[in-house]
């Protein structure tokens, strides 16, 4: 009799476990079976949190083992390099920025993802990205149009208008549409040094290339004519891009703080985060950290909205994606551990847990679920509409030190050391010269007035 | 131990050349003793040396996962001199080298000769001021980029809690390169306090006292003994310094990142991009090989000027 009580008992605290347990314990998303340990190179970005939790979800659901090597951002691409250049990489699955993709890509040094199981298709749910995870080696170029798939995006970055809901709306001011009303609207809000009108990077390098090229793009401009079609033709000191130039440093000079020409990714963050700037241009991922009351005055205050457009009305947005990629030296097994985890992680549920637990999902249709109604997530029209007008810049092999070269004249512009014209003129001369010397067809606008 | 009865019976002839042998081995020993080193040498220091010389005569690129190099010496050479950012970085380094490491040897000679005339904190300050060495550059470079922030920066509210204007101390282009020179004194002034420290102490009481009796005032010991005997401690922190000084990168790369502009881009930062950021592998090697031949030509120079002065301070 008492064992028979004791059995009964044994059950129902079994049953009440397995009923407590949550449910993606219950379950994998998808089936990927028994995989050695993998071992992931991750950069510590402000989304890091949300794919580490997401991987512990992995390994809950699969009893599979994924070793996270979180290294900071400015040493991730050397870790890449050295990883793909010995004899057996150290990692199985690398995340790269998307402007260091190419020369991976065009090197050689990764596994296409249909090499390592043909039967893998990316579900069509998710997103493109530009185009960014294909590389076709005839062209040259980043396109599905006959490239190769190498790679997924674990986050897709965009910048967005972040603005302070309330202070709009105690001003009477509209959510700005251009970038005209930006400048407008920071004008009027600005009450230096309390408050700040708006922020944005003008820190010589990437910060300012990035942020500049989203006005750039809304302006008309573009950096060289038809990289794609093969005609480099550097068309960066034109009229429209003047006026991006001249727009930009008149939001930074009028409404941003005195220190604007070293303004980085994290001062930017925090200015906005401790309330002390109405308005911002910053890349989605921050937006847990300003509903997080730890590391922010402001939760529940900022709002988004798509970039705004030009004076021609065209909007403009630079894609500022991760993407993850097989290195060719790993072994055979390990790629396969490496393609199953990335299995799990397209699925429908794993982007759903991953933008619950803070990341940006890559599938349209967590855009499109019940997640987007929260106020929580209330980033994610702004997002969605974002995409469709952002693109990949810089996607060609001297992308790196294009993006040098623009760095730091636009910010030698910005700072007051050289006049835009000059910037924007000497800017040109050298991407032309640095193309040239690589064998492009190439050429450039004739010079602005300086 | 077998003793030499045991030992088989040997004819003179091998018994002539075990000895020539012994003593051939004897003569050379000194010569083989230093093999590994060499070759230690060859392969740390010498092999990186000519690979590093084979790369500045070169193109790398990578095709298909390999190494592709071709020959281009004078591709190198032509970046070299239309590097429009080179120019700005060489001056900037110039002028971080020597503003900085002069203030630093003149607070570190300052600093040693105050604390050395103490009788009781002695010990208590010598170890709170080599405290900024034990930092780590890359805290450093952290801890004052959060000092000098325009908005929250501990220095900024100092300043405007006396009623003064704040300063854009890394955001303006005449005053970044000087915020950087302080970050730089205050870690490195302890190193050059510690070594003269040492050689104040160093310096024979009896000659002080000797002085004192003919009357001679402090000012005049100072000048007439106590700098004098420093004089060979003083070449040798500069010569320290002065080389740590033209490597400096973390904390810069970590202020400015050599901005605004080029205000504060030194040679080893643009090194670093170019290696890394811009992935140009021979060029960089160049950069570096011409970075490397400037220090041993400072080094050149300022032993000879190191020897002068040593004989000087001997024959005053």
């Not at chain 1, 429209?240 to 303004?263: E, F, I, T, V």
């Not at chain 2, 093999?35 to 690129?61: E, G, H």
Request: aromatic fraction near 10%; proline fraction near 6%; charged fraction near 15%.
């Amino acid at each position: 009799m008492i064992a028979n009580l004791r059995h009964v008992c044994n059950l129902l605290v079994a049953v009440a476990f397995v009923a407590a347990a949550p449910a993606s314990a219950q379950k994998a998303f998808v089936d990927v079976g028994k995989q050695p340990d993998i071992t992931v190179l991750i950069g510590s970005t402000p989304w890091y949190p949300a794919f580490e939790k997401v991987v512990g979800l992995y390994e809950q659901q699969t009893g599979n083992h994924v070793k996270l090597d979180v290294t900071p951002f400015n040493s991730i691409l050397e870790k890449a390099r050295n990883a793909v250049r010995t004899g057996q990489s150290p990692y199985d699955l690398m995340t790269l920025d998307t402007q260091w993709t190419i020369e991976f890509y065009e090197g050689g040094f990764l596994s296409p993802l249909t090499d390592v199981d043909p039967k893998f298709v990316m579900p069509k749910e998710v997103l493109s990205y530009g185009d960014s995870g294909y590389w076709n080696a005839q062209k040259r170029w980043r396109t599905s149009d006959g490239g190769k798939l190498m790679a997924y995006t674990p986050l897709g970055n965009v910048q967005l208008l972040y603005y302070r809901g309330d202070l709009l709306k105690q001003a009477n001011i509209a959510v700005p549409k251009t970038w005209n009303d930006v400048l407008a609207s920071c004008s009027k809000l600005a009450k230096p040094p309390s408050m700040y009108g708006f922020v944005a990077r003008g820190e010589k390098g990437n910060g300012i290339r990035y942020d500049w090229q989203s006005i750039m793009l809304a302006e008309g401009a573009q950096v060289v004519k038809d990289p794609e079609a093969g005609d480099y033709t550097v068309t960066i000191n034109s009229p429209q891009a003047k006026a991006a130039l001249d727009l930009y440093a008149n939001l930074l000079k009028r409404c941003g703080p005195p220190n604007y020409g070293s303004l980085g990714q994290g001062d930017v963050i925090q200015l906005l985060a401790t309330g002390k700037s109405a308005l911002g241009d910053v890349v989605t991922a921050a937006f847990a950290s300003f509903e997080d009351p730890n590391k922010s005055l402001v939760v529940g205050k900022l709002e988004t909205a798509p970039l705004p457009a030009g004076a021609g009305g065209a909007h403009g947005a630079v894609i500022g994606n991760w993407n993850a990629v097989i290195p060719k030296n790993a072994s055979d097994a390990q790629k396969k551990a490496a393609l199953a985890f990335s299995r799990w992680f397209l699925t429908y549920d794993a982007q759903r847990a991953y933008a619950e637990a803070g990341g940006i999902p890559n599938r349209s249709d967590v855009f499109t679920s019940d997640l987007a109604k929260n106020p929580k997530y209330r980033w994610m029209p702004a997002y969605l509409e974002t995409m469709k007008f952002a693109r990949q810049e810089l996607g060609y092999a001297e992308g790196a030190q294009v993006e040098q070269i623009l760095g730091l004249r636009l910010n030698q512009a910005l700072i007051g050391e050289m006049s835009s014209g000059k910037a924007l003129n000497t800017a040109a001369q050298e991407i032309e010269a640095l193309f040239k010397k690589n064998g492009r067809r190439t050429g450039m606008l004739p010079p602005l007035p300086e | 131990m077998r003793d030499a009865a045991a030992l088989p019976e040997m004819t003179p002839q091998r018994r002539g050349a075990r000895v020539a042998i012994g003593q051939l081995i004897d003569r050379s020993f000194r010569y083989w003793s230093l093999l590994p080193a060499a070759l230690l040498f060859a392969a740390l220091t010498l092999y990186p040396l000519l690979n590093l010389l084979r790369m500045s005569v070169s193109t790398i690129a990578f095709a298909n996962g390999a190494e592709v190099w071709t020959f281009t010496p004078l591709r190198n050479f032509e970046a070299l001199t239309t590097d429009d950012v080179l120019r700005p970085a060489v001056v900037n380094t110039i002028v971080f080298v020597v503003v900085s490491v002069v203030i630093e040897m003149v607070l570190g000679v300052a600093l040693a000769i105050a604390v050395a005339g103490l009788s009781r904190a002695k010990r208590w300050v010598r170890t709170v001021a080599i405290l900024p060495i034990l930092v780590p550059p890359v805290a450093i470079g952290s801890m004052w980029k959060l000092m000098y922030n325009y908005d929250f920066g501990i220095f900024n509210q100092a300043l405007v809690a006396l009623g003064a204007m704040p300063v854009n101390w890394l955001g303006s282009t005449s005053v970044a390169l000087a915020s950087v020179i302080a970050v730089d004194v205050w870690h490195w002034v302890p190193f050059v306090f510690l070594i003269l420290f040492a050689a104040v102490e160093g310096i024979p009481p009896d000659l002080l006292e000797a002085a004192h009796v003919d009357g001679a005032t402090r000012a005049q010991m100072l000048r007439f003994i106590v700098l004098p005997l420093l004089r060979p401690a003083i070449v040798v922190a500069f010569l320290f310094r002065a080389i740590l000084a033209f490597k400096v990168f973390d904390e810069v790369f970590l202020l400015t990142a050599g901005g605004p502009g080029t205000s504060t881009e030194l040679v080893n930062l643009h090194l670093y991009k170019v290696f890394f950021e811009q992935n140009r592998l021979g060029y960089g090697a160049l950069l570096s090989l011409a970075v490397i031949a400037a220090i041993v030509a400072f080094l050149l120079v300022s032993s000879r000027v190191a020897l002068a002065v040593r004989r000087n301070g001997h024959s005053g």
